[in-house]
């Protein structure tokens, strides 16, 4: 099975993935495009009331959201993606057959029936009637296949694994058995209440996430992907490995606006892969490369792939705590990413790009400066007016809808054409990103309502014995603890996106983490354990066999993609390395860090000693690595990302704990100078004449 699945992947473009996720499948017929257009636009429409005009129950308006979410996926996406023999009926792709035309309507009706019937489910709460439970049960059943459809069936199956242990508890052995539910119960709290499907995750989703997400198919529509690609070449092109370090750049900046690894790659790497290529890396470090920037899109602020609202929501703290939390860990991974991509320049003997490759910075900013606009605008609200990031996200997208007139207005203008063609050209702009938007929304919007089923079956009385049965596994070590937890995750995540795989595994462990730490009087901050869990969730991207980044990237720098896969893992190590040390030392998430001093020492201490861990991870550093320098690097390391640490095994105080990071620091600069020194001699060796 697994062979079918690798050998189907290995024949998959980055678009038709791509087109996967976002369920563009189908070729419509003329009036089934417009109508799907319609819903879809009619749903941004819908979310950008909400933060302005429109004023409802939040309840309710989770429910309007699903809705949207899973007519609109029953349109585009057909039950196979392949012609079946036998079941041709639900793979057409041609068109919508009538059982998706069923299917749609019928779930929208039932994602709306708690917003229909508000006021008589609110007066009954807790004793369904039979309607309710006929409602619930179809809802259930179609949005498992509305999640299955789109990202696969791992989460559906874990949904219905839950479910059915839910039922069948008192069934089970004495070690695992459970009191179990009844359907009434069940639905009670899965269908009928904020406990379920319409819990948190959904709840985010809604109010949130999909105005972010809303603005990043704008501005890949307007064509601010492409600015922010040409612009890091223009500025990072002529050095070593240019088109690489680049890349990074490029996928560092798509991610501010993008919650989808796949989305990153087809938006740089058609333009950054083949000019890495160009200048001399391997096909397959190439698209490693890429998979890695594109994959960290996830860990940069304001989005974090939807995680970052729904961490807040969990950790009970303002969105802007966890922006501030994310900052450090963020900044260090990608400049960890940027050394590899020099050491393996260095490696490789890879120079910069030729002249002719390289856009005009200066240019290049004229002529996508305005791009910038509503980015900027985005952050102000967020980090100093402290507005509600719905509210930012509202304003920045009112901002990038001028933007845009103002860009076609002006190419109108300079191409002598008339005004009213760019008009209607910059509707048009609108238009198709509104769709884009909703398109890559479903995917989000189906994995919370879905994970919202595990959520709620968890809090019914399982997740105690869960936390039992973890504490056993691990046996009150609190390493063993985050290991079983980080490998959780990544076979959780190779099925699941980012924000459900961090959802899952946040309910589960990410209170264990805490209490287990506590046992041990080890203080672990609770958005430290979330970050945690989310930090795996990541990875498991890139993660073989399954890692669909990996694949995406494969398939535009014709590589193989599980090697690809592998070594793209290999480039995110300093990712998983992080996120452990931040558990450890919560100063690197600025845990109780109040002073701007301060805070800017933790993260220039952050940047050398990622420096130092890659050195030691490509064995590399002005020349490669003696077998008794990598010590040395560890240790500047570890010195540099945790004294505290450092001073507990010198039995040291911790108020003078940051003295240990001049320590670290001449440790790393003791071994790049015997580096050095090394590099010398054997030029004067080999300029010497032999004897």
């Known amino acids: 099975m697994l062979d079918k699945f690798l050998k189907r992947r290995k024949e998959v473009t ?30 941004a429409i819908f979310q950008m009331a909400l933060p302005s005009v429109l004023v409802i129950d939040s309840t309710q308006e989770r429910a309007i959201h699903l809705a949207f979410a899973m007519c609109l996926l029953f349109l585009l996406m057909p039950c196979f993606k392949k012609r079946r023999k036998y079941l041709g009926y639900l793979s057409v792709l041609d068109r919508v057959p009538i059982i998706d035309y069923v299917f749609a309507a019928v779930g929208a009706f039932t994602a709306l029936y708690l917003a229909i019937f508000y006021d008589d489910i609110a007066m009954r709460a807790g004793s369904p009637i039979t309607a309710d439970l006929i409602s619930g049960s179809i809802l259930v059943i179609l949005l498992l296949e509305a999640t299955r459809r789109i990202i696969g069936p791992a989460l559906s199956v874990i949904a219905l694994a839950f479910t059915l242990y839910a039922f069948l508890g008192p069934y089970m052995p004495d070690l695992i058995a459970f009191k179990g539910v009844s359907l009434s119960k069940y639905l009670s709290n899965i269908t009928n209440s904020t406990e379920g499907i319409y819990g948190i995750p959904l709840g985010v989703s809604s109010a949130i996430v999909y105005l972010f997400v809303l603005l990043g198919g704008l501005l890949d529509k307007a064509g601010a992907g492409r600015f922010f690609t040409n612009l890091a070449l223009s500025f990072l092109g002529r050095f070593k490995g240019g088109a690489a370090k680049a890349a990074i750049v490029a996928s560092g900046a798509t991610g501010l606006v993008s919650g989808s690894s796949i989305a990153n790659i087809v938006t740089t790497g058609p333009f950054t892969i083949p000019l890495m290529k160009k200048i001399g890396y391997p096909a397959k470090k190439a698209a490693a490369t890429e998979v890695a920037a594109s994959t960290d899109g996830q860990l940069m602020p304001p989005i974090m792939g939807a995680a970052a609202f729904i961490i807040a929501e969990y950790v009970n703290v303002p969105y802007i705590e966890v922006v501030k939390a994310a900052a450090i860990p963020a900044f260090a ?5 940027f050394c590899i991509s020099h050491l393996e320049a260095s490696k490789l003997g890879i120079s910069g790009l030729p002249p002719e490759d390289i856009p005009s910075f200066w240019g290049t900013l004229k002529e996508g400066v305005h791009y910038l606009l509503p980015l900027a605008v985005l952050l102000w609200e967020l980090v100093y007016l402290r507005h509600s990031p719905e509210l930012a996200a509202f304003r920045s997208i009112l901002l990038l809808f001028a933007v845009i007139f103002y860009q076609e207005i002006r190419r109108a203008i300079i191409a002598k054409r008339g005004i009213g063609s760019a008009i209607i ?18 995917s989000v ?58 959802i899952v595994m946040a309910s589960l462990t990410a209170p264990i983490i805490v209490e287990v730490g506590g046992l041990f009087d080890f203080v672990i901050p609770l958005m430290a354990a979330h970050l945690f869990c989310f930090y795996f969730g990541i990875l498991a991207d890139d993660t073989p066999p399954v890692g669909l980044a990996a694949y995406a990237a494969a398939a535009i720098a014709e590589s193989d993609p599980i090697p690809t896969g592998i070594q793209g893992f290999l480039y995110d190590i300093r990712t998983s390395c992080i996120a452990f040390m931040f558990v450890f030392n919560p100063e690197l998430i600025l845990h109780n860090i109040n002073s701007w001093s301060q805070g800017l020492l933790i993260f220039a201490m ?8 890659e050195c ?66 054997a030029e004067r060796r080999a300029v010497s004449p032999t004897k």
Request: contains cysteine; proline residues 3%; neutral net charge.
């Open 14 to 43: 980055a678009e038709e993935l791509l087109r996967e996720e976002t369920a563009e499948v189908r070729s419509l017929r003329p009036f089934e495009y417009y109508l799907t257009g319609i819903i879809a636009i009619a749903w």
């Open 333 to 337: 991974s990608y400049f960890g990413l």
């Open 425 to 442: 050209k910059a509707l048009l702009i609108i238009r198709d990103g509104s769709i884009q938007g909703s398109r890559n929304m479903m």
């Open 445 to 502: 919007a189906l994995a919370c309502a879905s994970a919202g089923i595990i959520v709620g079956v968890v809090n019914m009385g399982i997740g105690g014995m869960i936390t039992g049965w973890v504490e056993i596994l691990s046996m009150g070590n609190i390493f063993l603890l985050l290991t079983i937890t980080a490998m959780a995750s990544l076979v959780i995540g190779m099925g699941l996106p980012t924000t459900a795989t961090y």
């Open 606 to 613: 952050s940047l050398i000693g990622m420096s130092s861990f």
């Open 616 to 681: 030691f991870a490509q064995g590399w550093c002005f020349t490669k690595n003696k077998f008794y320098e990598i010590p040395f690097f560890l240790a500047a390391w570890f010195t540099l990302f945790h004294p505290g640490g450092v001073a507990t095994l010198f039995n040291i105080d911790q108020a003078y704990k940051y003295y240990f990071y001049p320590l670290g620091i001449a440790i790393y600069a003791t071994v790049v100078l015997i580096q050095k020194v090394r590099m010398a001699a």
